[in-house]
């Protein structure tokens, strides 16, 4: 399968922008080979359209919540670099360049590929310069592995979690890692960590996955946090969908006492779009050590889930 990559640098002080060279490079083969290669800075990863006739200068038509995307990079820039708090200039160079890029590389892909892609844009200082790099890869869209998930509550919420930076690629590896072993240990799989802060006493609210954002349905109302989580894209088309069915939405992180009363769970990612959670998995002390303890989540017999995923994908059609 082919994976392409364009980048150019020096995009703040280049009198104009070259023309971007689309080299092939199977050796990133994955979004995450790519990032990891590259100097950190802020990205986004989205769902690139393969069923579009013509290819328009505006991307919106071909990378899934295209504008969702550019202003998450540019918000997620403001955090990490006070210089362009107040420079629109300088943002907006950045948001040109990677027009011009990621357009570059979607004609290439679409004249030779006969899948949707998953294309990452990363934004990222030079060194020993005030100025900064655009690069842009694309690769197949990987393909859900399950239909359901087990999560394991583990880890305390991030530090700018509003920011999609690669630092934290680095930086959730030890819980990557804690995850493999207890995997390895008791001999099933599970498919996500689940990040959480302190409530009162010892129960803790559930905020979001390492890569997923994370949904409870209870009381037939859709219970997600609204702060200390990176608001993913297909967050955003879930909260959109509920909006048009009238589902209710609050925006509160779901709390670990009420798993009983949960009706269904799922967690949610570019990839995996929305994806059932069947059992939790959580840490509890039991006399001087920690145990792990599990609760099965029902299927969703409200039907409110399946209503959010139909709806996705009749407004959605890349999804079809």
């Given at each position: ?14 009198s ?55 202003q ?18 300088k ?10 890029v ?53 880890g ?34 599970i498919?996500?960590?689940l ?12 905020l979001?996955g ?31 969908a509920?909006r ?77």
């Amino acid at each position: 399968m082919t994976v392409l990559i364009a980048e150019v640098l020096n995009v703040l002080t280049a009198s104009s922008l070259p023309v971007p060279s689309v080299l092939t490079c199977d050796a990133f083969s994955s979004a995450k080979k790519f990032l990891q290669s590259r100097p950190a800075g802020v990205y986004t990863c989205v769902r690139a359209r393969l069923k579009v006739l013509n290819l328009e200068p505006v991307l919106s038509r071909v990378l899934v919540e295209w504008p969702f995307h550019v202003q998450r990079l540019t918000a997620g820039l403001v955090i990490m670099d006070i210089k362009f708090k107040h420079d629109k200039l300088k943002l907006k160079r950045l948001q040109m360049a990677t027009e011009v890029v990621a357009t570059s590389v979607m004609i290439q892909w679409q004249a030779s590929e006969t899948v949707d892609g998953m294309l990452s844009v990363l934004w990222y200082p030079l060194e020993e310069s005030d100025d900064y790099g655009v690069a842009v890869h694309i690769c197949a869209m990987p393909q859900p592995k399950c239909l359901a998930s087990t999560v394991l509550v583990y880890g305390e919420g991030r530090e700018n979690a509003r920011c999609k930076h690669t630092q934290w690629i680095e930086d959730r590896v030890p819980l990557e890692t804690h995850m493999a072993h207890l995997m390895e240990t008791r001999g099933e799989p599970i498919h996500e960590v689940l990040l959480s802060k302190a409530a009162q006493g010892e129960d803790r609210y559930l905020l979001e996955g390492l890569v997923t954002n994370f949904f409870v349905v209870m009381d037939g109302q859709l219970y997600t946090a609204g702060q200390d989580v990176l608001q993913g894209s297909t967050r955003e088309l879930v909260l959109k969908a509920c909006r048009d069915l009238f589902i209710p939405v609050i925006l509160e992180a779901p709390r670990l006492s009420d798993r009983e009363m949960w009706q269904a769970a799922f967690v949610t990612s570019a990839v995996r779009v929305v994806i059932d959670v069947t059992r939790l998995l959580y840490e509890e002390k039991d006399s001087e050590h920690l145990v792990v303890r599990e609760t099965l989540i029902p299927c969703d017999k409200t039907g409110l889930v399946q209503r959010i995923r139909d709806q996705i994908s009749m407004q959605r059609m890349y999804l079809q």
